[in-house]
């Protein structure tokens, strides 16, 4: 069964930085692209960034791009995504999923989320 499990989230200022991780287990981790997803509140699921399983190729939604880093640790089955130069709008609940059928799919397995919220 596919597990995962996300932490990290919390408050912070703009301007600031958070790392949010991603424990998987069930699952041959290295060998499947890895996501993060996140919704706001009131608002759709929105992709924000993929990292494909063995060559670890990282792709970003444009309003994270410079600002946001996904990686990987294919030996503790783990998935990051730094969180730098955070923004007001960037607030919202933060999934790690195991995407179907692309890196940038909505679709598939995912954790229970952690929370974001950016505020001064």
């Known amino acids: 069964i596919v597990k995962l499990v996300e932490s990290g989230g919390g408050l912070v200022q703009p301007g600031e930085s958070l790392k949010l991780s991603c424990a998987a287990s069930?699952?041959?981790?290295?060998?499947?692209?890895m996501s993060w997803i996140r919704q706001a509140p009131g608002k759709g699921l929105e992709w924000v960034a993929g990292?494909?399983?063995?060559?670890?190729?990282?792709t970003y939604a444009d309003s994270v791009k410079g600002r946001f880093t996904i990686s990987r640790d294919n030996a503790k089955n783990t998935l990051f995504l730094q969180l730098d130069g955070l923004k007001t709008e960037d607030t919202a609940m933060y999934y790690c999923?195991?995407?179907?059928?692309?890196?940038?799919?909505?679709?598939?397995?995912r954790g229970q989320g952690t929370q974001v919220t950016v505020s001064s």
């Open positions: 999923t195991q995407p179907v059928g692309s890196v940038s799919s909505l679709l598939g397995a």
């Open positions: 069930g699952f041959m981790f290295r060998d499947y692209d």
């Open positions: 990292s494909s399983g063995h060559e670890n190729r990282p």
